[in-house]
């Protein structure tokens, strides 16, 4: 107020004196101006310079899927392992829910219709791979992350071209197709492709690194053409290990002819360690889908001890993915399976099943009710942003949609207020976290150079105050946290002196 009378005075004053005496006074008037206490400087709001920094944070998703483990085959896991008070590493994640998994005809799946739903969000005829019912090529997720930036891989430990890894990245009528299945994981240029089959990337009368030739009848050599397109191709571990070291790019790992042989080598959490490293190079994020094939196929032998042990080890792959994510933010990791397989039922009384011991030595005993897959609901545990969402039970295609939310809708924060003020002007900031998940409140921590830091609750929104007395350059960092996601947006503060602005009115009012 008071520099508001200062600035009016000083005009009329100018205005009725005559030409020596304006230039003499403008002169004394800006010394005066420069000599004015900073505190006194007051003469409304400063310029606003509309200025919004948002936090761009990577996207990663790591899905996993113990192929046809039902609820049976992990508790089975867990009591062998652990005990009956124990947990897997997969029973620690915090959100948990139940997937319908039946086909589009309300059958019961196969793998390629229940991993096409999952890719896709659409329900499909068993034995097609990323294609509708009526045979429509579907997008799937893998494909929408690489469209947005993100690095993609698939491992598994049966065939890359068996119908689990093929429907997130190939399009087929049938699962068994699997040199054409071959040849478009490559042409898909998904960035790192590890798992067995070399015989379906190799002509009939080659042979790789395994025994068996290769099995493609239009004599190309893919493996030849992936090394020519760019790819590093690794055989073993310990090539695995040193792409993952040498940072290549884009990695073709075949591990065995068909399936990796037990005991696997490398492990399934070996690869998914490996695949991390190298697809978490890229600044956009990821997505990675890790398959643990065999428990599907020791559950159509009912063999519980193959069944036990390869649960065990996709639950070891669980366990690397987690090391992973641990702390990071705005990562996806789902874990679940396509369908039950072999109807496994376990008890504690001796029933004339397969026997087992928990570690405490307490037996248990496993019986089953078909070498087929089965249409029981399976477990799907989440965390990471949108994973609220997975509690309940829902359709296996709801499992694309939590993926599709993270990709395309992930958490931002954005923050804004003034940019530019003028010392002891109280300003008010405001953090917008978007979209709002379904877990709220959300708690907001604000800090700012030479300022106590202080946290304000809210929905979406939330806002404080903050008043600096002297010029500078202030940095303010607001953090928002969710029990899913943590995400933090920054911007400068300018604080100026008045006079700056006092004068240059002044002197536009005086051009002739
Ligand atoms: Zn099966």
């Excluded at 004196?17 to 709001?45: E, N, Q, T, Y």
């Amino acid at each position: 107020m008071g520099s508001v009378l200062w600035r009016s005075t000083v005009s009329n004053l100018v205005g009725v004196c005559g030409d020596r005496v304006k230039h003499i006074s403008r002169l004394w008037i800006l010394l005066a101006f420069c000599l004015m206490p900073v505190s006194s400087a007051r003469a409304g709001r400063a310029p606003e310079i509309p200025l919004t920094t948002t936090t761009g944070a990577p996207v990663r998703i790591i899905l996993f899927i113990g192929d046809g483990m039902g609820t049976a085959q992990r508790a089975a896991a867990q009591w062998a392992a652990v005990g009956f008070n124990g947990r897997l590493v997969m029973d620690t994640l915090p959100v948990t829910g139940w997937s319908r998994t039946s086909n589009v005809a309300g059958g019961v799946t196969d793998s390629a219709a229940a991993a096409t739903a999952m890719a896709t969000g659409v329900k499909t005829e068993n034995g097609k791979i990323g294609l509708g019912p009526d045979g429509t090529p579907l997008s799937t997720i893998l494909e929408q992350a690489q469209a947005r930036g993100l690095a993609v891989g698939l491992v598994t430990n049966t065939p890359l071209a068996h119908a689990t890894p093929a429907a997130f990245a190939a399009h087929t009528g049938s699962r068994y197709a699997m040199a054409e299945i071959a040849r478009q994981l490559l042409a898909a240029r998904v960035d790192v492709l590890l798992g067995g089959g070399e015989n379906a990337f190799l002509p009939q009368w080659w042979t790789g690194h395994y025994p068996e030739p290769g099995t493609r009848t239009d004599g190309r050599n893919l493996i030849a053409e992936a090394v020519e397109a760019g790819y590093t191709y690794v055989w073993d571990a310990a090539g695995l290990q040193a792409a993952a070291l040498m940072h290549a790019p884009r990695v073709l790992g075949l591990f065995a002819d068909e399936e990796l042989p037990r005991p696997q080598t490398p492990t399934l959490a070996a690869l998914t360690e490996h695949a991390i490293s190298i697809l978490s190079r890229r600044p956009e994020g990821f997505f990675l889908m890790v398959e643990g094939g065999q428990i599907d196929w020791a559950c159509h032998a009912n063999d519980a001890a193959l069944a036990i042990g390869d649960t065990l080890a996709f639950d070891a792959a669980v366990a690397a993915g987690l090391r992973y994510a641990a702390g990071l933010e705005n990562t996806l990791v789902i874990v679940t399976s396509d369908h039950e397989t072999g109807g496994m039922a376990l008890s504690l009384s001796n029933n004339g099943g397969q026997a087992f011991a928990m570690p405490d030595g307490t037996p248990f005993y496993v019986t089953w009710t078909t070498d087929d897959h089965t249409d029981t609901n399976v477990l799907v545990n989440a965390q990471g942003p949108w994973s609220s969402l997975a509690t309940g039970i829902y359709e296996n295609t709801h499992i694309y949609t939590l993926m599709a939310m993270a990709l395309t809708a992930s958490p931002e924060l954005i923050l804004d207020g003034s940019s530019l003020a003028y010392p002891g002007e109280p300003l008010t900031f405001a953090a917008h976290f978007n979209p709002i998940t379904a877990t709220l409140p959300i708690s907001y921590l604000w800090t700012a150079t030479g300022q106590t830091p202080l946290t304000t609750p809210g929905g979406a929104h939330s806002t404080a105050g903050f008043t600096w007395p002297l010029t500078g350059t202030y940095t303010l960092t607001v953090t928002a946290r969710t029990p899913e996601v943590t995400l933090t947006a920054r911007r400068f503060i300018m604080l100026r002196h008045q006079w700056y602005t006092l004068y240059l009115p002044l002197i536009q009012k005086r051009a002739p």
